[in-house]
Nanobody, 124 residues
Framework: QVQLVQSGGGLVQAGGSLRLSCAVS????????MGWFRQAPGKAREFVAT????????RYADYVKGRFTISRDNAKNTVYLQMNSLKPEDTGVYYC?????????????????WGQGTQVTVSS
């Protein structure tokens, strides 16, 4: 049984930073890409970032590029999302997800297991 346990998140003022973590069990973590998505109230889930199985390739949505950094530690079966210079529009529930292949894209259909979600709230 694949499990994704997220931690981090919370309330922060605009311009602040947060770090999200996602620990994966029940799957060979180092064989799959990982991704982060988010969903704001009343909006569809949207892509944030993805990282390849070995960390040699990353991709970001334009609206977080230069502010967010995705990374992974295969020894700890954990993926991270460092979020800096946060803006109120970054508010939402953030989800980590396990990709179906070594490399995955921005489409949620490229991922087959999802974390429980963690709330990030950025106040102005």
């Amino acid at each position: 049984q694949v499990q994704l346990v997220q931690s981090g998140g919370g309330l922060v003022q605009a311009g602040g930073s947060l770090r999200l973590s996602c620990a994966v069990s029940g799957r060979t973590f180092s064989s799959y890409a990982m991704g982060w998505f988010r969903q704001a109230p009343g909006k569809a889930r949207e892509f944030v970032a993805t990282i390849s199985w070995n960390g040699d390739s990353t991709r970001y949505a334009d609206y977080v590029k230069g502010r967010f950094t995705i990374s992974r530690d295969n020894a700890k079966n954990t993926v991270y999302l460092q979020m800096n210079s946060l803006k109120p529009e970054d508010t939402g529930v953030y989800y980590c997800a396990v990709g179906r292949r070594y490399y995955s894209g921005s489409n949620p259909a490229d991922y087959d297991y999802w974390g429980q979600g963690t709330q990030v709230t950025v106040s102005s």
